[in-house]
């Protein structure tokens, strides 16, 4: 079945400086990939996603790349504040965007004022 | 919209108890899947239901199990409970091919 690594497990910013986060998959097949932002106690939610057919996506401070030959893809917050720290997801899955999702480990991201 | 309601919030039983857990999704929905997620962890995938059927199962024990109502809501039954069944169970809700939409979850804790 389908593996995410994602990496860092923590990491730690200055506010106003940017943070990458990084993801492999496994399985070739995967076509949807979501990230999704978990505050202490509260929900998932999805921030951005990408599908296969687009190399690259951006809204606003976050954007998401895709290399589908490496089969990895990073998240990029720009101009980070202390309202981003969080602990950030990526997951994927194949066909529709409500399929399974196979998530990642987990980010935890401090942004320091 | 109250998007996707979970019930209850938290919950503590004992170890071989059985134990169900509620989900109503969002408005427009009919799809609803399950996560387990572990402290400090992912979410990891259980099973999803679509037109009252099991759709895709990850891989968890026939010990989980889920229903689906016509109404849409959905849920999921876990039995002979051990102490490692103590996680976040999150529900997530979507229609057609839009993202998943996840419920706040229910801290199950097993004693």
């Known amino acids: 079945g389908e593996n995410v690594e994602q990496h860092p497990s923590t990491l730690s910013v200055q506010e106003g400086d940017s943070a990458v986060i990084k993801c492999t998959y496994s399985d070739s097949a995967s076509n949807y990939f979501p990230w999704y932002k978990q505050e202490l106690g509260k929900r998932p939610q999805l921030i951005i996603d990408i599908r296969s057919n687009v190399g690259e996506k951006k809204d606003q401070r976050i954007a998401v790349t895709l290399n589908k030959t490496a089969k990895h893809f990073s998240l990029h917050i720009t101009e980070t504040q202390p309202e981003d720290s969080a602990v950030y997801f990526c997951a994927a899955s194949r066909g529709a965007a409500g399929n399974k999702l196979t998530f990642g480990g987990g980010t935890r991201v401090l942004v320091k004022p | 919209d109250a998007g996707v309601t979970q019930s209850p919030t938290h919950l503590i039983k004992t170890r071989g108890q059985q134990v169900t857990l509620r989900c109503s999704p969002k408005s427009g929905h009919d799809t609803v899947s399950w996560y387990q997620q572990a402290l400090g962890q992912g979410p990891q995938f259980i099973f999803q239901?679509?037109?009252?059927?099991?759709?895709q199962r990850g891989n968890f024990p026939d010990r989980f199990s889920g229903h689906q109502f016509p109404n849409y809501s959905s849920e999921l039954n876990v039995n002979a409970l051990l102490l490692g069944d103590s996680a976040l169970y999150l529900c997530a809700s979507n229609v057609r091919n839009t993202e998943a939409f996840f419920g706040q979850g229910t801290r199950l804790t097993v004693v």
């Open positions: 239901y679509y037109e009252e059927e099991e759709r």
